[in-house]
């Protein structure tokens, strides 16, 4: 499964984006997706993840309350939806998937398939 993430951008504090995680050479089905970032000289952070069969979540305590994670069945097609955003939410965002869907859905070192990032700016 090959991943494509989509929607960063440059937008002010307080504002909002949508960023999209879409998946060619395979489907999300069976599979868990996850958001990760990566600011300038900070380690990866978990963001926020969903089960696809089922539609569990989950959110990373800087997501909580402002992002939110959903799924488009149709479009085989992930997206977060990140509102009230911060310049501390600066940083590049990368979708990734695993099979592996009952363990370490916060942990990175649990998906296997990653996109190549999209950088969010905010702007304070």
């Known amino acids: 499964v090959q991943l494509q993430a989509s929607g960063g951008g440059l937008v002010q504090a307080g504002g909002s984006l949508r960023l999209s995680c879409s998946a060619s050479?395979?489907?999300?089905?069976?599979?868990?997706i996850g958001w990760f970032r990566q600011a300038p000289g900070k380690e990866r952070e978990f963001v926020a993840a969903?089960?696809?069969?089922?539609?569990?979540?989950r959110y990373g305590d800087s997501a909580k309350g402002r992002f939110a994670i959903s799924k488009d069945g149709p479009r085989n097609t992930v997206s977060l939806q990140m509102n009230s955003l911060k310049p501390e939410d600066t940083a590049v965002y990368y979708c990734?998937?695993?099979?592996?869907?009952?363990?370490?859905?916060?942990?990175?070192?649990?998906?296997?398939?990653w996109g190549q990032g999209t950088l969010v700016t905010v702007s304070s």
């Open positions: 050479g395979g489907i999300f089905a069976n599979r868990k």
């Open positions: 969903i089960v696809w069969n089922g539609g569990n979540t």
């Open positions: 990734a998937t695993s099979n592996v869907v009952l363990s370490g859905i916060t942990d990175g070192r649990y998906y296997s398939n």
